[in-house]
């Protein structure tokens, strides 16, 4: 693996350079993101607990409801597991170091509930075992100048508190003990981390969780699970939040904390009123979910005439602690984009692949629901910064899987990513072109660092910019052509 920009020297001498045949030269950064901008913006990789770590019953960790789900015989593609995934519990020394080679200097991570407090709930003891694995992790990154942005919580819920109350469902019962696992870890860690992310992609958490039942735990709950899960979830948010504000945490720590949501940009199916209608409606159905009250408001209109007596209520107080705390930045998940025609009502819509013409919005990544469209992102980032007032923008991930990358035994292949880098390149330069125009976008994280475990698709869709190898117990990586793409323009000329 050759890491240096060696882009003089195959200019003026290619014979002395074997490997480049091998590892093309990366093609130069978007024409939009000038060095100006790419310095201004702090460039960096994304992972989550379950999806890397592995060890799962290791360290007194108790299962998580994905541990759970996973464990149940055909659930996921080829009844792939969690259990070790990239053996990360083991190999993060060398993963950081791989990181620190790639000029990396900030990195998203998610610890994982059950590994801390295996009990799950409010009052139950932290795990010596889980803390002491957390501290070394969080030591070993500041030991290379990798700065955390933790997660709270992505997806891992603790079983034992599905059992007890059903999670999410019990709004009285979950949002203690999450102010109480929040707690516990910006206490233990809150010196060291000072960026901190309570949810991640809460749309995803309780439409695919607890509405559709397509995730963890597996049981349908329909739109009343689902809008009782956004609820409480809002409203555990809201104690973290003010736990993180008003105790010791934020003013002895120093530290901000934000949420990641999950964004698909709607465009109108046509220049028509109605589709331009749809388009909000589809907007308010995924963002506006979560972000209006986030920003102070309510559920927005479009939601409570859709979903009707299912949608809670907030009180007064409840709006008034949102507004409180506002988001020290609001992270966005972006991948993809739709159109949305009319459904023929005031409130609902159609969501669309194809234009009106019957035109692809865009290329199909290896994931059915990932469509490639660049210039969607510029467009989604002005629509948040002039509906929610400007907010500092994490894009905390963005990235692709490639279309039969799985498939490819040899890693020295799957490192030939030419389709995610140019994903990459097209995407970027959409961001970069957003900034220009207003978008105060602070922080970009790559989904993902490593290829890991993709939930229901087990190990059969690959994000990552380094390359795992899951057959050999030895869980070797290697650096794939977009890692270079990215070290060489944004990782090393970032913030
Ligand atoms: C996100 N959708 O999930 C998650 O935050 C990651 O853990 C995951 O690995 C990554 O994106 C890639 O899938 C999503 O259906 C899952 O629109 C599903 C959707 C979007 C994001």
């Not at 981390?193 to 963890?216: M, Q, R, S």
């Not at 020295?412 to 994903?423: G, M, N």
């Not at 869980?475 to 977009?482: A, E, G, H, M, Y």
Request: charged share 20%.
């Amino acid at each position: 693996m050759l890491l240096v920009d060696r882009r003089q020297g195959a200019q003026t001498k290619p014979a002395q350079l074997p490997a480049a045949a091998a590892e093309p030269l990366p093609p130069p950064a978007p024409g939009n993101c000038t060095p100006e901008l790419r310095r201004r913006i702090g460039w960096g990789v994304a992972t989550a607990a379950y999806q890397v770590e592995g060890g799962w019953d290791e360290g007194g960790r108790s299962p998580s409801v994905w541990d759970v789900f996973a464990h149940k015989p055909g659930t996921t593609a080829g009844g792939a597991t969690g259990d070790v995934a990239c053996d990360m519990y083991h190999k993060y020394e060398e993963d950081f170091e791989l990181m620190a080679r790639l000029g990396i200097r900030h990195y998203r991570l998610s610890l994982s509930w059950s590994r801390l407090l295996p009990q799950g709930g409010a009052g139950t003891p932290v795990s010596p075992e889980g803390l002491a694995f957390y501290n070394r992790l969080i030591d070993a990154m500041l030991a290379r100048g990798i700065e955390p942005y933790v997660t709270l919580y992505h997806w891992d819920l603790p079983q034992v508190l599905q059992d007890a109350y059903g999670g999410f469902l019990d709004g009285a019962r979950f949002v203690p003990d999450f102010a109480y696992y929040a707690a516990a870890a910006f206490e233990a860690f809150g010196g060291r981390v000072k960026n901190w992310i309570t949810f991640n992609e809460p749309w995803v958490v309780c439409k695919l969780h607890y509405g559709d039942g397509t995730f963890a735990p597996g049981i349908p709950f329909g739109l009343a699970g689902q809008y009782a899960c956004g609820h409480t979830l809002l409203l555990a948010h809201a104690a973290a939040a003010a736990l993180y504000a008003r105790q010791y945490y934020k003013p002895s720590q120093r530290g901000r904390l934000g949420v990641a949501l999950s964004m698909t940009w709607h465009e109108p199916g046509s220049a028509s009123e109605a589709d331009a209608r749809a388009a909000q409606n589809a907007r308010d159905s995924e963002i506006g979910w979560f972000a209006d009250p986030l920003f102070g408001g309510d559920y927005p209109e479009s939601l409570r005439r859709t979903v009707g007596a299912a949608l809670p209520a907030f009180s007064d107080a409840e709006r008034a602690a949102f507004a409180a705390h506002p988001l020290d930045f609001l992270g966005i998940n972006f991948y993809t984009a739709r159109y949305a025609f009319s459904d023929g009502t005031p409130w609902g819509f159609a969501p669309s692949e194809t234009d009106a013409a019957g035109a692809p919005i865009g290329p199909r990544a290896q994931s059915s629901w990932l469509l490639v469209v660049p210039w969607a992102f510029r467009r989604l980032l002005l629509y948040v910064s002039g509906r929610y007032g400007g907010p500092e923008v994490f894009v905390t991930e963005n990235g692709v899987s490639v279309p039969g990358e799985a498939g490819v035994a040899d890693p020295a292949a799957a490192a030939r990513d030419a389709f995610r880098t140019d994903f990459y390149r097209g995407y970027l330069d959409s961001l970069c072109t957003a900034v220009a125009e207003g978008a105060n976008v602070t922080r970009y994280f790559a989904w993902s660092f490593m290829d890991n475990f993709e939930w229901r698709m087990g190990y059969t869709e690959r994000f990552g910019i380094v390359a795992v190898n899951f057959t050999d117990p030895a869980r070797p990586r290697t650096v794939k052509d977009s890692a270079r793409y990215l070290a060489q323009h944004f990782f090393r000329a970032g913030a």
